[in-house]
Protein backbone atom coordinates (compact mmCIF):
# COMPACT_ATOMS: atom_id res chain seq x y z
CA UNK A 1 0.00 0.00 0.00
CA UNK A 2 1.34 3.14 -0.77
CA UNK A 3 -0.11 6.72 0.87
CA UNK A 4 0.00 10.02 -1.49
CA UNK A 5 0.85 13.33 -0.09
CA UNK A 6 -2.23 15.13 1.31
CA UNK A 7 -3.60 18.27 -1.04
CA UNK A 8 -5.71 20.68 1.19
CA UNK A 9 -8.59 22.24 0.29
CA UNK A 10 -9.00 25.75 1.11
CA UNK A 11 -12.37 27.28 1.02
CA UNK A 12 -11.75 31.10 -0.59
CA UNK A 13 -14.56 33.83 -1.33
CA UNK A 14 -13.44 35.59 -4.28
CA UNK A 15 -11.36 34.74 -7.34
CA UNK A 16 -9.53 38.23 -7.85
CA UNK A 17 -8.26 38.14 -4.15
CA UNK A 18 -7.07 34.46 -4.29
CA UNK A 19 -4.91 35.22 -7.48
CA UNK A 20 -3.57 38.14 -5.40
CA UNK A 21 -2.20 36.72 -2.64
CA UNK A 22 -1.40 33.06 -3.86
CA UNK A 23 0.10 33.85 -7.23
CA UNK A 24 1.17 37.45 -6.96
CA UNK A 25 2.12 37.38 -2.89
CA UNK A 26 3.41 33.74 -2.45
CA UNK A 27 4.60 33.05 -6.20
CA UNK A 28 2.09 29.61 -6.67
CA UNK A 29 1.25 29.06 -10.49
CA UNK A 30 -2.42 27.92 -11.19
CA UNK A 31 -1.93 24.53 -12.62
CA UNK A 32 -5.74 24.35 -13.33
CA UNK A 33 -9.25 25.59 -12.86
CA UNK A 34 -12.63 23.70 -13.11
CA UNK A 35 -16.32 25.28 -12.99
CA UNK A 36 -18.92 23.51 -13.48
CA UNK A 37 -20.24 26.31 -16.18
CA UNK A 38 -20.56 30.08 -16.50
CA UNK A 39 -21.26 31.71 -13.05
CA UNK A 40 -20.32 28.68 -10.88
CA UNK A 41 -17.77 28.75 -8.12
CA UNK A 42 -14.24 28.43 -8.70
CA UNK A 43 -12.15 25.17 -8.09
CA UNK A 44 -8.46 25.21 -8.87
CA UNK A 45 -5.24 23.54 -8.11
CA UNK A 46 -2.26 25.64 -7.93
CA UNK A 47 1.49 24.25 -7.06
CA UNK A 48 4.48 25.88 -5.41
CA UNK A 49 7.87 23.29 -5.54
CA UNK A 50 5.87 20.13 -4.26
CA UNK A 51 3.57 21.97 -2.23
CA UNK A 52 0.23 21.74 -3.87
CA UNK A 53 -3.27 23.16 -2.56
CA UNK A 54 -6.66 23.32 -4.21
CA UNK A 55 -9.03 26.40 -3.89
CA UNK A 56 -12.58 26.38 -3.66
CA UNK A 57 -15.52 28.39 -3.75
CA UNK A 58 -17.69 25.85 -3.38
CA UNK A 59 -19.71 26.11 -0.06
CA UNK A 60 -19.10 22.83 2.14
CA UNK A 61 -15.64 22.48 0.67
CA UNK A 62 -13.50 23.01 3.47
CA UNK A 63 -13.68 25.40 6.58
CA UNK A 64 -12.85 28.83 6.58
CA UNK A 65 -10.12 29.23 9.17
CA UNK A 66 -7.85 26.55 8.32
CA UNK A 67 -4.46 26.23 9.28
CA UNK A 68 -1.78 24.07 7.19
CA UNK A 69 1.87 23.05 8.05
CA UNK A 70 3.98 23.35 5.19
CA UNK A 71 7.60 21.92 6.26
CA UNK A 72 10.10 24.50 4.32
CA UNK A 73 13.93 24.93 3.57
CA UNK A 74 15.53 28.01 3.59
CA UNK A 75 12.56 29.81 5.16
CA UNK A 76 14.95 33.10 5.36
CA UNK A 77 14.75 32.95 1.60
CA UNK A 78 11.23 32.59 1.55
CA UNK A 79 10.90 35.03 4.04
CA UNK A 80 12.62 37.75 1.86
CA UNK A 81 11.47 36.85 -1.19
CA UNK A 82 8.04 38.01 0.50
CA UNK A 83 9.19 40.81 2.37
CA UNK A 84 10.46 42.45 -1.55
CA UNK A 85 6.84 42.12 -2.95
CA UNK A 86 5.77 44.71 0.09
CA UNK A 87 1.80 43.11 -0.15
CA UNK A 88 -0.39 45.20 1.25
CA UNK A 89 -2.39 42.90 3.23
CA UNK A 90 0.74 41.00 4.89
CA UNK A 91 4.22 41.87 6.39
CA UNK A 92 4.73 38.29 7.94
CA UNK A 93 8.42 38.12 10.06
CA UNK A 94 9.95 34.74 10.81
CA UNK A 95 10.40 33.72 14.67
CA UNK A 96 12.24 31.54 16.03
CA UNK A 97 10.74 28.68 18.22
CA UNK A 98 12.03 25.21 19.55
CA UNK A 99 10.82 23.41 16.79
CA UNK A 100 12.19 25.59 13.95
CA UNK A 101 12.02 28.70 12.46
CA UNK A 102 8.66 29.71 11.66
CA UNK A 103 6.80 31.80 9.31
CA UNK A 104 3.06 32.06 9.13
CA UNK A 105 0.61 33.86 6.71
CA UNK A 106 -2.88 34.59 6.71
CA UNK A 107 -5.02 34.50 3.47
CA UNK A 108 -7.98 37.09 2.54
CA UNK A 109 -10.20 34.69 3.90
CA UNK A 110 -8.77 33.77 7.35
CA UNK A 111 -6.95 30.42 6.17
CA UNK A 112 -3.49 30.58 7.56
CA UNK A 113 -0.09 29.22 6.28
CA UNK A 114 2.35 28.11 8.98
CA UNK A 115 6.03 27.44 6.91
CA UNK A 116 8.52 25.76 8.84
CA UNK A 117 12.16 24.75 8.53
CA UNK A 118 13.10 22.54 11.23
CA UNK A 119 16.87 22.78 13.00
CA UNK A 120 19.47 21.29 11.26
CA UNK A 121 20.13 17.77 13.49
CA UNK A 122 23.29 18.01 16.17
CA UNK A 123 22.30 22.08 16.24
CA UNK A 124 21.90 23.39 19.60
Given amino acids: MHLAPAVPIIRIFSE ?33 SDLVLHLSEHH ?6 STIFVPVREIDALHSEL ?25 PFGN ?3 FCEAPEEGAA
Avoid at 84 to 90: G, L
Wanted: net charge negative.
Fill in 16 to 48: DKAREFYVDFLGFSVDWEHRFGDNFPLYAQVRR
Fill in 60 to 65: GDATPG
Fill in 83 to 107: EAKDYKYAKPGVDALPWGKVLEVAD
Fill in 112 to 114: RIR
